[in-house]
């Protein structure tokens, strides 16, 4: 995998089409997820 600064983008909200967002917004973490929540307190 190769990373370079130039490679990077940044995005606004902008950037996406209403079902972009729609699709992140319906969205869930897996539930191997669920182990991590007590780094959120």
């Not at 600064?5 to 992140?24: E, H, I, M, N, S």
């Not at 973490?29 to 780094?39: G, T």
Request: charge should be negative.
């Amino acid at each position: 995998m190769r990373l370079k600064r130039r490679d990077r983008q940044a995005l606004t909200l902008g950037d996406f089409t209403d079902d972009d967002r729609a699709a992140v917004a319906a969205s869930r973490a897996p539930r191997e997820a669920d182990a991590f929540n007590d780094e959120l307190s």
